[in-house]
């Protein structure tokens, strides 16, 4: 936190001295925007169990379907007179949402490092270097997968080692909140020797694209953001690591034998090696967020190959959280998956993937358990 402010302050230095060169800067252009985004279409088969409770039960769940999943980025960027860089980033979904715009944010870049202010992920999660995916195909964490093969609602899981504080399915505490788009300060030092730490203060947890104030007696506020990585390459072989932990306090006035009443420390580690076209990663994610259901942990492990337009990769996820309380066993996830990603020309991507995904509730009942299978392909379009 302190390197936090003491960035701020040279940042804030740096900005004073654009006032003493403002005939200077009346010649630089204004900020000119930019248009960016992506475009997937998927179609495929998928097996679902009967009576399924996702929200609302699904007797007979239609096995075939076709998913859509687009972003439009808006942003530009500045050069001030005294070398400084500001900008900014918006990203629209493409599809009706109910979070229609997903990051919204500034940027100061300079020697002093990198400072971002605004609804962006947490530093922890930005800097993670983990399982591997095979181009922009589906990958291990956090996967689109999961879409296709329903996650029971009482079914608590850990579906994304990648990403501490965030991707959390069937929270109950608001554990997961603080690391996603939330709005926060965030700033990254310059990389030194192949290192590179990062923070991040969320102050409202619950907020994104939204300017408020928490209940501190209703929601966990103040959260800190943490994160370290690694990057370099020895005669060909990459290494590349990362350690990132999100810290979220309790909310205040709750009792102590609560979920909400207990501080949640989620941490992540990742890794990465890489030579003549092969990577292998892994990544692992522990929760420790007692009393609540999600309190456990995650980890996942694959490889990709690469060469040419063409990559594939393998990949297995595995996810055990407590849950209830009263129930002594876990709530159980997996998913094996295949995937691989052609490129056909600049900005245009074949895809497909399978997989097999199976979703276990510490409870016996039927609607509270899925497994399936699901082929799904489609087109990539970047711009």
């Not at 040279?10 to 004073?16: F, S």
Request: glycine share 14%.
């Amino acid at each position: 936190m302190y390197k936090l402010l003491a960035t701020s302050a040279l940042v804030a230095a740096g900005l004073w001295g654009m006032t003493e060169a403002a005939s200077a800067q009346a010649k630089v252009a204004p900020i000119s925007a930019v248009v960016g985004g992506y475009f997937e279409q998927t179609f495929g088969h998928a097996s679902n169990k009967n009576d399924v409770n996702n929200g609302a039960v699904v007797a007979r769940p239609n096995k075939m379907s076709q998913f859509s999943d687009s972003e439009v980025f808006v942003g530009g960027r500045t050069t001030l007179s005294n070398g400084i860089v500001i900008g900014f980033d918006v990203q629209i979904e493409g599809n009706t949402a109910g979070d229609q715009i997903d990051e919204s944010y500034i940027f100061i870049d300079g020697a002093f490092g990198r400072f971002l202010i605004g609804s962006e992920n947490s530093a922890d999660v930005i800097m993670h270097m983990g399982t591997p995916a095979a181009g922009r195909a589906y990958g291990a964490n956090g996967s689109s997968a999961q879409g296709w093969i329903y996650r029971p609602t009482n079914v608590s899981v850990i579906s994304d080692p990648s990403a501490p504080g965030c991707a959390v399915g069937g929270g109950s505490a608001g554990v997961g909140a603080a690391g996603c788009d939330s709005q926060r300060v965030t700033y990254f030092t310059p990389r030194f020797a192949g290192f590179q730490v990062g923070a991040s203060f969320t102050p409202n947890t619950g907020r994104e694209d939204a300017n408020n104030f928490d209940d501190k007696r209703a929601a966990r506020t103040n959260s800190v953001h943490a994160s370290v990585n690694y990057m370099n390459n020895f005669s060909g072989l990459q290494l590349n690591a990362s350690a990132g932990m999100s810290s979220l306090k309790k909310v205040d006035n709750a009792a102590a034998n609560t979920a909400a009443g207990n501080d949640v420390v989620d941490y992540a580690l990742g890794l990465q090696v890489g030579m003549s076209g092969f990577m292998v990663g892994a990544s692992y994610r522990n929760v420790d967020a007692d009393r609540a259901v999600e309190n456990g942990n995650g980890f996942s492990v694959g490889a990709t190959y690469t060469t040419g337009p063409l990559s594939v990769g393998l990949s297995y996820l595995k996810s055990e959280t407590d849950g209830l309380a009263a129930n002594t066993a876990k709530d159980k996830m997996s998913q094996v998956l295949f995937s691989a990603n052609y490129q056909i020309g600049p900005g245009v991507d074949l895809i497909g993937s399978i997989f097999n995904i199976k979703w276990e509730d510490e409870g016996s009942a039927v609607a509270d358990n899925n497994k399936g299978t699901g082929v799904v392909g489609g087109i990539r379009l970047t711009f």
